[in-house]
């Protein structure tokens, strides 16, 4: 049931009342559980190139109100530890991993993500950085990411190898449909009985990394990372060399995924992958902060430019303001139903208190509207005349017991052989 318009934004399964900064689908917001009007849309990619020369390029996501006209790049982690900052003087976006017992609370490394506020479906990503995977455990990452399915199309780099970089893709699956199936699941046809799209266990990532030899030192050396991606085709290039394409016509032909085509944000990121076991072989080992604990990782960023596949949607103003206003709109519009319907029910107790989404409770908010309460009021109405009915009958049906004639042996009257009390002996 999706939440009521006094409540539409629902984030990580709860309804909440609304500002702008709690409704852009870029934020988290469920367009499926939320009000009509709730969810915000997604910036549009617009064509750029950041040298860092200002400060305000980039902000803490906390800031952020969801309208990419306030940056272009956000601070994931900021308000946890602020280890991405803009080097005015140097022009240069700077990204740190330092162990912090207090922020982290197991004793491993927190790092820093930048993320783009405008989306991108399809275009040229490229950068140019020095990676701070300068030991083992550390892993620097350029990539687009889909967060809410775990897409992404990636440039890492680990302290195992600084002249070694890995490329991988990561593409949402169902892996129980058939070929046929996956077809229509593209086109949004689902047959009687699928499972519905929300339910995510009916799907899985799908991993396909590869690793490259580099040239030049990653670590020593400010190295140029390219994305090209498109629906026929994700291309990754370092310094001019293509390292690697996949072709969408080849993936399909092996598996149901396919390339990724839902839209997705550009980050930059540097991690500890040193501390968890699952990931401390793949980075090179145990990662190392000195004996002091005040060792830190840096990768250097000078630039990052985008171009997108289609210019002309990003140029476009951020529809935001205006949804905001058709959503004031309607809450108006509920505002003045639930007056009444307050004022015809004045004195009776209104116990409507859910405030849960996306299957986790049914009802979803303070206001449902006087409809949703008169069904409720009907709902009740007839279970309480069924009741009373049935009390009545039981009633009627006593009293017709207790006044009737008592029947006798004497006479004609037969004795119903049921009450023949039979002797042991028989």
Not at 139 to 165: C, H, M, Q, W
Not at 250 to 257: E, M, N, Y
């Amino acid at each position: 049931m999706p939440c009521p318009v006094a409540e539409p934004c629902c984030n990580n399964g709860t309804c909440h009342t609304t500002s702008m900064e709690a409704c852009p689908i870029s934020l988290g917001c469920d367009p499926t559980h939320s009000h009509l009007e709730g969810c915000f849309p997604l910036p549009a990619c617009r064509n750029t190139k950041d040298q860092f020369k200002h400060a305000n390029l980039l902000i803490p996501k906390q800031a952020f109100t969801g309208d990419p006209n306030q940056a272009h790049w956000i601070s994931d982690f900021h308000h946890i530890a602020p280890y991405a900052k803009i080097d005015q003087h140097n022009h240069k976006l700077l990204l740190r991993t330092r162990r912090d017992m207090v922020k982290t609370q197991s004793g491993g490394g927190f790092g820093a993500t930048v993320s783009s506020t405008r989306w991108s479906k399809y275009g040229t990503f490229t950068t140019k950085f020095k990676s701070g995977a300068t030991g083992p455990g550390i892993v620097t990452a350029f990539l687009l990411s889909n967060p809410a399915l775990g897409e992404e199309i990636s440039f890492e780099l680990t302290g195992r190898d600084p002249k070694r970089v890995f490329t991988n893709y990561y593409r949402r699956v169902r892996p129980t449909e058939t070929l046929e199936e996956a077809v229509q699941h593209q086109l949004g046809v689902t047959s009687k009985g699928a499972h519905n799209h929300n339910h995510h266990h009916v799907s899985k990532l799908e991993s396909h990394e590869e690793s490259h030899e580099l040239k030049r030192d990653s670590t020593k050396h400010d190295l140029v990372y390219k994305i090209e991606w498109t629906d026929k085709m994700i291309r990754w290039s370092v310094d001019g060399k293509v390292l690697r394409t996949v072709l969408a016509k080849d993936v399909h032909s092996t598996t149901l995924g396919g390339l990724p085509e839902k839209p997705m944000q550009l980050q930059l990121t540097v991690w500890d992958a040193g501390h968890a076991v699952e990931t401390r072989d793949w980075a090179g080992g145990k990662t190392d902060y000195g004996a002091d604990n005040l060792d830190e990782y840096v990768t250097t960023v000078h630039s990052i430019e985008i171009n997108c596949f289609d210019s002309k949607e990003g140029n476009k103003p951020w529809p935001g303001p205006d949804a905001l206003k058709r959503l004031k709109k309607a809450q108006a519009l509920e505002a003045a139903r639930a007056k009444r319907y307050r004022k015809l029910n004045k004195g009776k107790k209104d116990n409507g208190d859910g405030k849960f989404c996306g299957g986790h409770q049914e009802n979803c908010g303070h206001e449902e509207g006087w409809f949703s309460r008169l069904g409720e009021f009907m709902h009740m109405a007839i279970l309480s005349l069924i009741k009373w009915t049935f009390v009545l009958l039981a009633l009627v049906c006593g009293a017709a017991y207790f006044t009737q004639p008592k029947a006798t042996t004497t006479g004609t009257t037969r004795t119903p052989s049921s009450s023949i009390k039979r002797s042991p002996g028989l």
